[in-house]
């Protein structure tokens, strides 16, 4: 089945510096989706991703959609405690039963020391 | 507007015992999806629901979970009997388009 592997597991930053994870899938995807669960919360939607080497950003975040839409990368610019979380990217298939499913990675815990 | 209320928030039970979480999803949501999260992973789906037809549920252990959506609203997941290894926060999302899901809080169970 579909898989969508995330790296890094975890990232220690300063506050000031800049972070990225990158997100890989093994099938071709409709599109890709990126959440934010802060700790002890839940998923939050950030953004959404279709086109073929599409970049979207907000503010200090800029999500990337690979050429082939089988990876993607979310990199924060300047991080602020408040980027504290575990981001995660996810996949849906396309077609079939399985349309609409979402497939998530594993997540990379990003901490921010003050 | 109201996003997606689950309840309970927290729940603690002893293994063979039952349990069931409930789920009320942002009002005109057609899809909703129950999801499992352990501790340091991503959200796993367990069944999704169009309306009230379960059209995904490849993931749900079938022989102690089982689910429903009457109406095609609400909806309860259940647990009988409860296993350790189903500790986790049990995450319950409604999409309006069937791709942006919205989460609520969760229920996280502990199995003891």
């Known amino acids: 089945g579909q898989q969508v592997m995330q790296i890094p597991q975890y990232q220690h930053v300063q506050e000031g510096e800049d972070f990225t994870t990158y997100c890989n899938s093994s099938?071709?995807?409709?599109?890709i989706q990126w959440y934010k669960q802060r700790p002890g919360g839940h998923p939050v939607f950030l953004i959404q991703?279709?086109?073929?080497?599409e970049v979207k950003k907000q503010k200090r975040l800029t999500f990337q959609f690979g050429e082939a839409k089988k990876n993607s990368s979310l990199h924060i610019t300047a991080t602020q405690t408040t980027d504290v979380g575990t981001y995660f990217c996810?996949?849906?298939?396309?077609?079939?039963?399985?349309?609409?499913?979402?497939?998530f990675g594993q997540g990379t815990i990003l901490t921010v020391h003050p | 507007e109201a996003g997606v209320v689950q309840s309970p928030r927290y729940k603690i039970i002893e293994k063979k015992q039952p349990v069931a979480f409930w789920c009320n999803p942002i009002?005109?949501?057609?899809?909703l999806y129950w999801y499992l999260q352990n501790l340091g992973q991503g959200p796993e789906l367990l069944i999704r629901?169009?309306?009230?037809?379960?059209?995904?549920d490849s993931q749900l252990p079938k022989d102690r979970f089982s689910a429903e959506r009457l109406k095609g609203v609400d909806s309860t997941l259940k647990i009988q009997p409860a296993e350790l290894g189903d500790s986790a926060v049990y995450l319950c999302?409604?999409?309006?388009?069937?791709?942006?899901?919205?989460f609520g809080q969760g229920t996280r169970l502990t199995v003891v």
């Open positions: 991703l279709v086109k073929s080497g």
């Open positions: 996810a996949g849906p298939h396309a077609g079939g039963t399985s349309y609409g499913k979402l497939t």
């Open positions: 009002s005109g949501h057609n899809t």
């Open positions: 629901y169009e309306n009230e037809e379960a059209v995904d």
């Open positions: 999302a409604s999409s309006l388009d069937g791709i942006r899901a919205f």
């Open positions: 099938t071709t995807l409709s599109n």
